[in-house]
């Protein structure tokens, strides 16, 4: 077996509040450097030969994964003005290809976007925004061919096929306004962060700056109503909001703030015929309310509300249309959907039988219609876009997603648990196996977890994970705190100097499964990415015994070092949710959980890191 390479020491010393910090591998964020380069490539080349006897293996699960996918596919079409507008892919390209129809489904396709002719001579291409202007004329559009998150707009006339002049770069969110030569958009500063809010006249030399958020907590989100009569720009740090609108007919007027930012004050809105509807978690109500307020007063003093803060509850989302407004709440960790008949305020749930699974909602750009158009899966059932009529209760299935070489739900089986972590705190789990798997602790088991931003870990259909089910393996997700799933609370409780609950969390959950029979410690492998691999390197650190072996993913583990840098994108955006080491008590806290400074000279088990060199 080959020498894992060893790193050399250039050991650099920092002292924050009066603690003494030796960094021997500070050097290696020197990403020209190329001895920085040729140690990730013996680091590369490390990895190719202890895995050289998988290579078999590998290559057999590659073609496994592959012949189960439908490469020749089509999204359903969904209806924006006069066209229909869906997105195709085709076997043996690498991107989609975007197109509409005008009028009805069996009209001639039109190609609006082909990704693939775009990505000509280009390493990497990825598409941004994309929203054809009202008349359906002309189509903006961002894409990025560097992969560094740097997009260039640009406009194409759909009736020629021909470009604008037009190339903006660093725009992050677009919107048109009704006129379909005038469209908003924003763009980022050198941290990547979206700041500034501009109008651009099609063939104009400059353009109008609009507005500049100062406060480098807030990122600036520009988008237009459902009803077509609003562009909103929202202004949004982790833990609050201010959002500015404009009549979409009105492009030259003054941007009106609805409710001015408020510490620990998020809100969103949608418009519907003379009312904005408002998502609210004001006053400490941390689940948020619904509150509709008059678009020509919107005024806290003529605020109705339709839909009280629950504790037991999230208000997810809202989405208004003409006659109905649909609300995905989230209970006990599981959305449903709420519907309600805005003409006399008549409500309805639609619920789902699965004991875990996920929904989202899908284009839905037509305000005057009764369907509602989401997307449901879940471990077993594969992604399935449904129409429901808000009117009749009629659910209409649309596509679901093929699995090519037959697949039948019944071999396996889906289960929703629940661990208990030291605080007495229950913390959801989610696991998927073949419907005869045993519980005698034989099982391989793959957990993963995520923990942060409030960002639920969806429960998600992978026909890819089906060659692993059938292996025996049982795949499992722990839901802990920090994530979304049991509302703000659930996330207040494992961000900022709460963090920590979600590693305990995690472990329970680990705990739970070899306690209960589903795996046992040398069968388990613990996965996570990014926020997630922050919290697999702190489990690893507190219980190296825990598991088999770790996967991490581009993983956020030098919390202390990245968060003191405030030159580097997404730091002070950040503060709110791990703390700012700059303040005596954050930076105590983080160094009890950082996984870079916390490494021991204990025994941990088998790790694959996967990262990025630009990430």
């Known amino acids: 077996m080959p020498s894992p390479p060893v790193a050399k020491k250039i050991p650099k010393i920092d002292v924050v509040h009066g603690d003494v910090r030796q960094d021997d591998y500070f050097w290696l964020r020197q990403k020209d450097d190329p001895e920085v380069v040729a140690y990730l490539e013996s680091e590369n080349a490390y990895t190719d030969a202890i895995l050289t006897s998988t290579e078999p293996f590998q290559q057999a699960l590659y073609q496994e994964m592959l012949g189960r996918i439908k490469e020749d596919d089509q999204t359903v079409p969904y209806q924006r003005g ?42 990497f291409l990825a598409l941004g925004g994309y929203a054809a202007s009202d008349d359906g004329h002309r189509l903006a559009y961002t894409v990025d061919v560097t992969g560094f998150r740097e997009y260039t707009l640009y406009v194409k006339d759909l009736r020629t096929g021909q470009l604008a002049p037009e190339r903006i770069e660093k725009v992050s969110t677009l919107a048109w306004c009704a006129d379909p030569a005038i469209l908003f958009y924003v763009t980022e500063d050198h941290a990547k962060r979206p700041y500034r809010l501009w109008r651009h006249r099609l063939g104009a030399a400059t353009d109008d700056l609009l507005y500049e958020e ?43 703030v609805l409710l001015p930012r408020e510490k620990d004050h998020e809100y969103d809105v ?84 699965e004991p875990a699974y996920e929904i989202d909602p899908e284009p839905n750009a037509e305000f005057v219609t009764s369907r509602y158009r989401f997307r449901y ?21 649309l596509k679901r997603t093929e699995v090519l070489g037959g697949y039948d739900p019944a071999r396996y089986r889906s289960e929703r648990r629940y661990a208990t972590a030291p605080d007495g705190a229950r913390v959801p789990l989610s696991l998927v196996c073949r419907a005869d798997a045993p519980r005698d602790g034989t099982s391989p088991c793959f957990l993963s977890g995520y923990g942060a931003y409030g960002i639920p870990y969806p429960v998600t259909f992978s026909s890819n994970r089906l060659s692993l089910l059938e292996r025996g393996l049982t795949v499992a997700v722990a839901h802990v705190r920090g994530g979304g799933e049991l ?29 209960d029979g589903y795996t046992a410690p040398d069968r388990l492998v613990i996965e996570g990415g990014s926020a997630g691999g922050l919290l697999i390197g702190a489990v690893l650190n507190l219980r190296p015994d825990l598991c088999a072996a770790a996967v991490l993913r581009v993983p956020f583990v030098d919390v202390i070092t990245t968060m003191l840098d405030e030159s580097l994108p997404l730091t002070v955006a950040e503060f709110e949710e791990w703390g700012n080491p700059k303040i005596p008590e954050h930076y105590r806290y983080m160094k009890t959980y950082c996984p870079y400074t916390n490494i021991a000279a204990q025994r941990y088990p088998d790790m694959l890191v996967r990262t990025s060199l630009n990430d």
């Open 82 to 123: 006069a066209h229909f507008y869906y997105l195709r892919t085709e076997k043996g390209k690498q991107y989609p290809i975007y197109c509409r129809k005008q009028g009805r489904l069996e009209a001639p396709e039109e190609v609006t976007l082909d990704l693939n002719f775009l990505a000509q001579g280009h390493p």
């Open 214 to 256: 100062a406060d480098e907590l807030f990122r600036l989100h520009l988008r237009r109503s459902r009803s077509l009569a609003y562009v909103f720009a929202t202004s949004a740090s982790l833990t609050s909001t201010e959002v500015r609108y404009l009549p979409a007919t009105e492009p030259g007027a003054r941007w009106a």
């Open 270 to 353: 949608d418009h519907g015929g003379d009312l904005f509807y408002i998502r609210t978690n004001g006053g400490g109500l941390r689940n948020f309310r619904l509150i509709v307020a008059p678009v020509r007063d919107p005024r806290p003093a003529r605020f109705t509300e339709l839909i009280p803060h629950r504790e037991e509850v999230m208000l997810e989302d809202v989405d208004v249309f003409a006659d109905h407004y649909v609300v995905h709440e989230r209970e006990d960790g599981l959305t449903r959907l709420r519907v309600t008949d805005r003409r006399d305020g008549a409500s309805h749930h639609i619920h789902f039988p």
């Open 377 to 397: 899966q879940s471990f077993v059932t594969p992604s399935s876009v449904y129409d429901y009529d808000m009117s009749t209760r009629a659910l209409t299935l």
């Open 487 to 515: 509302g703000k609370r659930w996330h207040d409780a494992g961000r900022m100097l709460a963090k920590r609950n979600t590693f305990t969390d995690f472990i329970a959950v680990a705990e739970f499964l070899i306690k």
